[in-house]
């Protein structure tokens, strides 16, 4: 079992910046690929960016190449999401994932197991 906590979360004007962190219990961390997922209201989970529980490969969403980075810290437990360049269409609940997907699978919300409980993240214009 693996329990995800998220926070860093808030209210930026478009432009800003926000870092998601996400903190895993458990000594298995590093045995699992992490994912970032967003929902706004009345819309579906989307992908935004994973990371391979190696540390080799990272993926994103198109709209956020650029702008968002994904990394971890394997000795900490702890994944993190740098958002830069906020857009207001980046306003969701995100959360992230563990999971163990394999290429090309890194954005199928289906190939993860465990899940935070989300942090809201809003862009105003």
């Known amino acids: 079992q693996v329990q995800l906590v998220e926070s860093g979360g808030g209210l930026v004007q478009a432009g800003g910046s926000l870092r998601l962190s996400c903190a895993a219990s458990?000594?298995?961390?590093?045995?699992?690929?992490m994912g970032w997922f967003r929902q706004a209201p009345g819309k579906e989970r989307e992908f935004v960016a994973a990371?391979?529980?190696?540390?080799?490969?990272?993926y994103y969403k198109d709209s956020v190449k650029g702008r968002f980075t994904i990394s971890r810290d394997n000795a900490k437990n702890t994944v993190y999401l740098q958002m830069n360049s906020l857009k207001p269409e980046d306003t969701a609940a995100y959360y992230c994932a563990a999971g163990i997907p394999r290429h090309p699978y890194y954005s199928d919300y289906r190939r993860y197991d465990f899940w935070g409980q989300g942090t809201q993240v809003t862009v105003s214009s």
């Open positions: 990371i391979s529980w190696n540390d080799i490969s990272t």
């Open positions: 458990g000594r298995t961390f590093s045995s699992y690929a």
